[in-house]
């Protein structure tokens, strides 16, 4: 069974940045797609940027788009979300997640952020001056 443990989390200043990083276990990366996620207070889940370990297919959600960049290392079965000139509202806590469902890496991420119910403890980031 396919299990993540995220790292990396902690408090920054608006305009930093962090490099998240998720140890996956329990299968091989390249025959999984994996993403990270995060949900404020009163806002649904979202996939913040999701990959296909296989052919290196990404998705990022618009608000993150040219700040974020996800990866993947087989040898090392880590994930990694390094994020740049990071704002307060990226405050979250943020889970990485093997994903559900088919098809194109968007309508995976979405249906992860939907519909997994097993999520686990994440890590933190807090933006703020």
Partial sequence: QLQTVES???WVQPGGSLRLSCAASGGRLENYAFGWFRQV?????EGVSCVKIA????????????RFTISGDN??????????NLKPEDTSTYHCEGLIGWGA???MCEM??????KWGQGTEV???S
């Fill in 8 to 10: 990396g989390g902690t």
């Fill in 126 to 128: 807090i933006v703020s």
């Fill in 41 to 45: 207070p009163g806002k649904e889940r």
């Fill in 105 to 107: 890496i968007q309508r």
């Fill in 55 to 66: 052919d290196g297919t990404t998705y990022y959600t618009d608000s993150v788009k040219g």
């Fill in 112 to 117: 992860t952020a939907t519909y997994y119910e």
């Fill in 75 to 84: 040898a090392k079965a880590m994930i990694y979300l390094q994020m740049d």
